[in-house]
DNA sequence: TCTTGACTTAGAGTTAACTCTAAGATGTAT
DNA sequence: ATACATCTTAGAGTTAACTCTAAGTCAAGA
């Protein structure tokens, strides 16, 4: 797969996963004769992952140090359990509080329906 | 109530407070004999309502919109309640898609736990 | 009165995460 | 063979939302 239909697939340009191999989000990426990118199934995998913790808010730097204890092998198994149960906690409360968000704000478009706003 | 009151009234840092001023966010600030900001309960109000719609991710451009809007008085009511009933979908639809991503890590952490992830 | 700390402004600097540019090599259709 | 699109790189530019700096004013306690 080239970068373009890899980009189509992941829904990233083509100039953000060429970023994401500089700062060492994407690692190994095959090349073909000419110098192109190549992206494999398992690439596919990957970045599918980190674009799932992208949109639940982590900053690339922490999923770069998931991804560069990953590249550590099986002995950092437990640190990076650690680390995503400690993003659940997080997403958990963030989306208790984002519920409790949508209650006020559809209270206050009550507010409005019912003509109490000016 | 003087800028630092303010301050840690709402959680944000006096320069915060000063920058949303400069951008239109807050208006109508009073200030006492020395030139002072003082801030109301009408402002307390206000900015609540603003950090609301900021921690639901919607941009301060929009925010501002929502403001100007306000000030304009009650011929853009039925605008403003547009705008927040817009800002509701896509609430409801982040809680939604970040209520997949937890499932999602609930299973790799499974897999984390019963040892499958390596 | 002197010090200490809070306040003011305009404007510069920072950070994360892209996003684009330039210049050149390669691939594909006529 | 000739366009024309797509690929490559290093590095510059952009955007949102702060965050800080400098230089000065103001207020309260020892």
Redo the contacts with the bound molecule.
Sequence with gaps: M???EFSKLTGL????L??YE?IGLLKNINR??????VYSPKDTDWINFVIRL?DTGM???EILSYASMRSNGSETLVCRQQLLENHRLNLKSHIQKQQEHLEALEHKIQLYKSGKVS
Excluded: D, E, I, M
Excluded at 32 to 37: C, K, L
């Design positions: 080239n970068v373009k340009s083509a100039h953000t060429r970023y500089k073909n004769q000419s110098g192109h990118r992208k900053p690339l730097q």
